[in-house]
C-alpha cells in the first residue's frame, strides 16, 4: 500500500499538466474593478485582443467599478482557481485600499500574481493662466499663500491623492487642501475651468489635454521621463526631490490556487504579446510604459509597492470614511 500515495501523486500531476496545456477550453473573463474609457480599463483590452487571437477563445473585458475598485476585486477573490476569470487592477485593489480600510471582503494578500503589464506614471498638472511654469514656481506659490491653494484627485487613497500627499510632504510640508473627485474627469473638468489649481493625475489621462495647450505639464512621478511627454522633467529632478519615484501601474493576478502551470503560461503569453511592435506602439501613444514580468517578479514588485504607499499613508495620517 506504501506506493500508492506516490501514484496518486504522479496521476494529479498528470492531470494538472494536462489541465494546464487544454487550458483555454472557453472563454476567459478578465474583471476591472473601475470604469470603462480609462486608462485601467484600455490597457487589459489591448492585451485582450492578443490573447484572444492567440488562444481561439472570446477574452471577455467586464468593468465592475465600485467602492475604490473593491468590489471587482472581490468578484475575483470569490471565483474558481481555474484559469478563467482574473483581476486586471491598478495599485488601490491590491496594495492600498487594505493600508485605508479597517475592513475587506476579500484579502488581496492571498491573490497570485501573473504580471505587471504596464506603468502609468503621474504628472504634475495646472492651469495656464495660474501663471507658474515650473514645479519651483508652484511650490513658492504655495509658501506664498498657505491654506490658500487646493489640490485635485481623482479619490481620497487614488495614487492620484497618495502621489500629491508624497509631493506636499516632500516639499516641505505644503499647506494645501486636497479636494478629492469621484473619478478623474470631473477632477480634469475643473481645473481646465480654472476652480483647482493644480492636480497629479495619469500622464495617460492627461497628455491630449497638454498637448492641446488646456494643461500645463511641470513634471512627472516616476524617477525616469515618460515616453509620452519626453520634455517633462521627473519631479525627483524639476524640484530637487531626491527619491521620489511613484506612480500607477496595472497588474493581472488570479484567485489564490490558480495552477502554477495556467500561470505560468498565462504569465508568458503576456509577455509575448507585450513585444507586438503595435502594442507598444500603441500603449506608449496613450502615455503607457510597457512592462511585462514574470509571476515572481510581480510577487517582488508588490512588497516593494506595500512598503511605499503604505509609508505615505502613515506620514499623511491618511484615512478612508
Known amino acids: 500500500m506504501k506506493p500508492l500515495p506516490r501514484f496518486l501523486g504522479l496521476l494529479l500531476l498528470v492531470v494538472s499538466t494536462a489541465s494546464a496545456q487544454e487550458w483555454p477550453a472557453r472563454p476567459v473573463r478578465i474583471i476591472v474593478p473601475f470604469p470603462a474609457g480609462g486608462s485601467a480599463d484600455l490597457m487589459p483590452r489591448i492585451v485582450a485582443e492578443k490573447l484572444s487571437e492567440k488562444w481561439g477563445q472570446p477574452v471577455i473585458v467586464e468593468n465592475r467599478p465600485g467602492a475604490a475598485g473593491n468590489i471587482g476585486a472581490d468578484i475575483v477573490f470569490r471565483s474558481e482557481p481555474d484559469g478563467y476569470t482574473l483581476l486586471s487592477a491598478p495599485p488601490p485593489p491590491l496594495v492600498i485600499n487594505r493600508l485605508l480600510y479597517p475592513k475587506l471582503s476579500y484579502d488581496s494578500t492571498q491573490f497570485v500574481p501573473v504580471t505587471v503589464i504596464a506603468a502609468n506614471p503621474n504628472v504634475l498638472l495646472v492651469h495656464p493662466r495660474l501663471g507658474v511654469n515650473s514645479v519651483a514656481e508652484l511650490i513658492a506659490l504655495a509658501r506664498q499663500n498657505p491654506g490658500k491653494l487646493n489640490y485635485a484627485s481623482q479619490g481620497s487613497g487614488s495614487t492620484s491623492h497618495l502621489t500629491a500627499e508624497l509631493f506636499k510632504s516632500m516639499a516641505g510640508g505644503l499647506q494645501v487642501t486636497h479636494v478629492p473627485y469621484k473619478g478623474t474627469a470631473p477632477a480634469l473638468t475643473d481645473i481646465m475651468n480654472g476652480q483647482i489649481a493644480y492636480t497629479i493625475e495619469t500622464v495617460a489621462a492627461t497628455v491630449a489635454h497638454v498637448k492641446s495647450g488646456r494643461l500645463k505639464a511641470l513634471g512627472v512621478s516616476f524617477a525616469r521621463r515618460s515616453a509620452a511627454m519626453p520634455d517633462v522633467p521627473p519631479l525627483a529632478e524639476a524640484a530637487n526631490l531626491p527619491g521620489f519615484d511613484v506612480g500607477a501601474w496595472i497588474g493581472y493576478s488570479a484567485p489564490a490556487g490558480t495552477p502554477r ?23 506608449l501613444a496613450l502615455g503607457l510604459d510597457p512592462v511585462a514580468n514574470t509571476p515572481d517578479e510581480m510577487m517582488a514588485f508588490l512588497r516593494t509597492e506595500q512598503a511605499r504607499y503604505g509609508e505615505i499613508v502613515r506620514k499623511a495620517n491618511i484615512k478612508v470614511e
Open 261 to 283: 502551470e495556467v500561470l505560468a503560461r498565462l504569465s508568458g503569453e503576456i509577455q509575448k504579446a507585450m513585444q507586438a511592435q503595435d502594442l507598444r506602439e500603441r500603449y
